[in-house]
């Protein structure tokens, strides 16, 4: 038989059935996570393919092979008269070639370039992806967490205790109403209400409950 | 505020529940949205690897074109030689001035190592490999190998995460649409899973 849905209408599970939900999604943010601390993964800066790469990939290239010093080589003369000395008097098929081999290299870094990129692009999926992953395992912490405040009959998961309006000798606004509020196990919780929104304005108790919630999930983040 | 009567203070909470019960199922249309943004972020993103894929193809095929030009050029004799030689001479020790004076200033570590190296690598090296470019040429080279490395670290993680999400999405939990948000089957605290929302039929059933 069906049981009575309550008016409210509860969650109507257990939150440790949300236990295999949980391991899975933290298994997801594993398979992400220690990619992004390898050296790999070092958000790709535009110097990636740059000309001029930032000094720290300069150093390392010195100190790897020396092929860094050979970025300078524009900053003495008699190394910039190598590249341009033309050979094509004594054989013009090698002028011919040389000129074909820059036109390549200069298309191949242009497309290196746009590789980069896309790759960029890439990698901002991924930082997509896992800011998702964690917003899903935090939410589903708050499902499971209501679950279990919601398990018994009551279902009135809000009690307002008093209800109280300013004048203007204490340090709440004048003509503010403080509600004190206990939502599911929580301890009191005072919401204060400005004076635009009167106890008759029809959203009053929405905006309480709203308030509430709020400070509710907030400490229970915390 | 004495003015408040008690049964206005319980149509307050009664109000007040009904609101939190809203936010309570709005909570659950949460952890759904969220697996919409994940399933297309997802899609995007394997959108993006045919285009990245395409891009490798091209910016590949444009190396191979290169480093062809290259080989060619290396097999033609070199009709400059002597002229390259001379400038080469001069070259080098301003090359390794300036190198070895950039090193101490920014790379604040010891540079003794590395003027041997140096040294050594600019004595094995000819004005010709200047002359067509080939730290340019290597550079390339090493900027493909280390993109091809991202790129496979990018996918073996992607590949592991999007088995796991396609296993949980696959959960009933995910795929029952709620016919009325009222409808929350009691039943749910008898299964493993949480399926508590079900069509009518399926409950009449």
């Known amino acids: 038989s069906i049981l009575p849905l309550s008016p409210f209408g509860s969650l109507g599970f257990h939150d440790d059935m949300f236990q295999p939900f949980f391991e899975m999604i933290h298994q997801a943010q594993e398979a992400m996570e220690p990619h992004f601390h390898r050296?790999?993964?070092?958000?790709?800066?535009?110097?990636?393919?740059?000309?001029?790469?930032?000094?720290r990939t300069v150093c390392k290239e010195i100190r790897r092979n020396s092929t860094g010093c050979l970025r300078m080589k524009d900053q003495c003369e008699k190394c910039r008269e190598i590249l341009s000395v033309d050979c094509s008097a004594n054989n013009p098929a090698q002028a011919k070639?040389?000129?074909?081999?820059?036109?390549?290299?200069?298309?191949?870094?242009l497309l290196t370039q746009k590789y980069n990129e896309l790759l960029q692009s890439y990698q901002r999926k991924m930082f997509s992806t896992s800011s998702l992953l964690n917003q899903l395992n935090d939410q589903f912490s708050w499902v499971s967490r209501l679950a279990n405040l919601t398990q018994g009959d009551d279902q009135a998961y809000l009690h307002v205790s008093t209800v109280s309006t300013h004048n203007s000798d204490s340090d709440t606004p004048s003509g503010a109403t403080e509600v004190v509020v206990k939502l599911f196990d929580s301890d009191p919780i005072t919401v204060i209400m400005p004076e635009e929104v009167s106890r008759d304005n029809p959203k009053f108790m929405d905006t309480v409950a709203e308030k509430a919630l709020q400070e509710y999930r907030k400490k229970n983040r915390e | 505020d004495p003015l408040v009567s008690d049964s206005e203070l319980q149509e307050m909470s009664n109000q007040g529940s009904k609101y939190i019960n809203k936010e309570i199922q709005n909570a659950v249309k949460g952890v759904k949205e969220i697996k919409n943004l994940i399933e297309k972020t997802n899609e995007e993103r394997k959108t993006l690897l045919t285009t990245l894929e395409k891009a490798k193809k091209k910016k590949e095929d444009a190396l191979e074109e290169t480093k062809d030009s290259e080989l060619k050029l290396k097999a033609l004799p070199q009709v400059c030689n002597e002229t390259m030689m001379a400038l080469w001479e001069e070259c080098k020790p301003c090359l390794k001035q300036t190198c070895m004076k950039f090193y101490a200033r920014v790379c604040r570590s010891g540079s003794g190592l590395v003027g041997r190296q140096l040294e050594e690598f600019l004595n094995q090296s000819s004005p010709a490999y200047?002359?067509?470019?080939?730290?340019?040429?290597d550079s390339l080279l090493e900027s493909d190998r280390q993109q091809t490395h991202v790129l496979d670290a990018m996918q073996d993680s992607f590949n592991r995460v999007s088995g796991i999400m396609d296993t949980l999405f696959q959960d009933r939990f995910f795929t029952q649409e709620p016919q009325d948000t009222h409808y929350?089957?009691?039943f749910g605290l008898l299964l493993r899973w949480p399926h508590f929302l079900y069509p009518k039929s399926r409950l009449v059933r």
Do not use: C, H, Y
Request: charged share 30%.
């Open chain 2, 130 to 137: 200047f002359w067509m470019n080939g730290d340019r040429i």
């Open chain 1, 97 to 109: 070639l040389r000129q074909e081999l820059n036109d390549s290299l200069q298309v191949a870094e």
């Open chain 2, 184 to 186: 929350f089957s009691r």
């Open chain 1, 39 to 55: 050296p790999a993964f070092q958000p790709l800066g535009k110097d990636f393919t740059k000309e001029v790469p930032d000094n």
